[in-house]
């Protein structure tokens, strides 16, 4: 507590993390690939994106994918911890604004997922923050957690998105930032870019909160 927080007289802000909590992330910090945001020793594209050969996508992360994240997505993702959407908000709010863009677009969950979960990750975290739902999950896609996954499987995961018509006109020749929890093999963000050019956009990044 400072002089100058006794003299506002105001309510003094907490933080929504303790030390102890905090110090469980591992932000990305320095040398990473320039692709996907990966934590590595170079800044030259990580063997991930080099598989992807021509099919690029700038994707930012802000922590890694480590532990203490895992166990963060666990309790607020998987058993719907509604409350923790706050714990992270700070530094994605931090991160939204040194990005540029025109549109925001969260990725979605579909019907299952909403019936059990009753929220989606994501957009837990935009309170406040505007955004566009311009993808929906195809009513026919079969629904299984990327999480339960393996590498092979997720890369051969066809289509699950598709544009919401009435939507869709709000991102012809715009910039799409496309937000999601968790780049893995980067083939729902690509999935979802796919779309999102379909219906028009000029260009299409995107940022995760873990990488």
């Known amino acids: 507590m400072t002089l100058q927080d006794l003299l506002r007289w105001r309510p003094l802000p907490v933080p929504a993390l303790c030390l102890n909590c905090q110090e469980r992330f591992t932000p990305i910090t320095g040398a990473h690939c320039?692709?996907?945001?990966?934590?590595?020793?170079?800044?030259?594209?990580?063997?991930?994106?080099?598989?992807?050969?021509?099919?690029?996508?700038?994707?930012?992360?802000?922590?890694?994918y480590d532990a203490g994240m895992k166990a963060y997505m666990q309790q607020y993702k998987f058993q719907g911890d509604?409350?923790?959407r706050k714990a992270l908000q700070t530094p994605l709010y931090q991160a939204l604004a040194q990005q540029s863009y025109d549109v925001l677009v969260p990725i979605p969950v579909d019907q299952r997922t909403w019936l059990t979960r009753g929220f989606n990750q994501v957009t837990g975290w935009l309170h406040g923050q505007p955004f566009q739902q311009v993808l929906r999950v195809?009513?026919?896609?079969?629904?299984?957690?990327?999480?339960?996954k393996t590498r092979a499987e997720r890369l051969v995961t066809p289509q699950p998105f598709m544009l919401d018509a009435a939507a869709a006109k709000i991102i012809v020749n715009q910039r799409v930032l496309l937000l999601d929890d968790v780049y893995t093999t980067g083939r729902t963000l690509r999935q979802a870019a796919s779309q999102i050019y379909l219906g028009g956009a000029k260009a299409v990044t995107s940022l995760t909160l873990a990488r």
Do not use: I, M
């Open 34 to 64: 320039p692709a996907c945001g990966r934590q590595q020793a170079t800044t030259v594209r990580c063997h991930d994106c080099e598989r992807w050969g021509a099919e690029t996508l700038t994707n930012r992360a802000l922590f890694q």
């Open 138 to 148: 195809k009513a026919d896609h079969k629904s299984q957690p990327q999480s339960a």
């Open 82 to 84: 509604y409350a923790l």
